[in-house]
T-cell receptor, first 111, second 114 residues
Framework: SQQGEEDPQALSIQEGENATMNCSYK?????LQWYRQNSGRGLVHLIL?????REKHSGRLRVTLDTSKKSSSLLITASRAADTASYFC???????????FGAGTILRVKS | SAVISQKPSRDICQRGTSLTIQCQVD?????MFWYRQQPGQSLTLIAT?????????ESGFVIDKFPISRPNLTFSTLTVSNMSPEDSSIYLC???????????FGPGTRLTVT
């Protein structure tokens, strides 16, 4: 079953602009993870945020989590052409290690 | 983070045949996971593989179609049996960091069934 729903489905921006992607989920979670996938290759782990955290940063990435709204957002600042990829959120549905993925957002950064 | 490799990276197979995908991790891990990503879709968990026990399959996936082996703490295989074009997907294995709960993925195996 797909837990996370992401929006937008696709996003096209200019290099240097910020990109924001949103993820919503349905059940209680222990943590939420964001991944990047380039051209149908393997997934690159970006960041994990725990249910008791509200915000987390890693380089140009900022992730927020609102458990009351069952939603998360991923902000990429000062985007680069190399950020062009699909981005997925994944939650554990409270079971700890089985991940349920959202539909993903396709990001295109134009140079 | 764990380094995960998969073999083969891609294959084109005839319908009715079987393909075994290997997943190797550079450290010992308790749980390994197998996911499927159909064209243009997100990832779906096929099964969880623990060393020394039968794999646990998710709804919609059965052992006869996707037999899994887990002979030790660094290796697992997934076999896609009696393939049909609907099995054309990317198959990915993953492992969990037992302390941080982060899950890391292999590079995937792109399977095309003709």
């Amino acid at each position: 079953s797909q837990q996370g729903e992401e929006d937008p489905q696709a996003l096209s921006i200019q290099e240097g602009e910020n990109a924001t992607m949103n993820c919503s989920y349905k059940t209680s979670i222990n943590n939420l993870q964001w991944y990047r996938q380039n051209s149908g290759r393997g997934l690159v782990h970006l960041i994990l945020i725990r249910s008791n955290e509200r915000e987390k940063h890693s380089g140009r990435l900022r992730v927020t989590l609102d458990t009351s709204k069952k939603s998360s957002s991923l902000l990429i600042t000062a985007s680069r052409a190399a950020d062009t990829a699909s981005y997925f959120c994944a939650t554990d549905e409270g079971y700890g290690n089985k991940l349920v993925f959202g539909a993903g957002t396709i990001l295109r950064v134009k140079s | 983070s764990a380094v995960i490799s998969q073999k083969p990276s891609r294959d084109i197979c005839q319908r009715g045949t079987s393909l075994t995908i290997q997943c190797q991790v550079d450290s010992q891990v308790t749980m390994m996971f197998w996911y499927r990503q159909q064209p243009g879709q997100s990832l779906t968990l096929i099964a969880t593989a623990n060393q020394g026990s039968e794999a646990t399959y998710e709804s919609g996936f059965v052992i006869d179609k996707f037999p899994i082996s887990r002979p030790n703490l660094t290796f697992s295989t997934l076999t896609v049996s009696n393939m049909s074009p609907e099995d054309s997907s990317i198959y990915l294995c993953s492992v969990e960091d037992g302390i941080a709960y982060e899950q890391y993925f292999g590079p995937g195996t792109r399977l095309t069934v003709t």
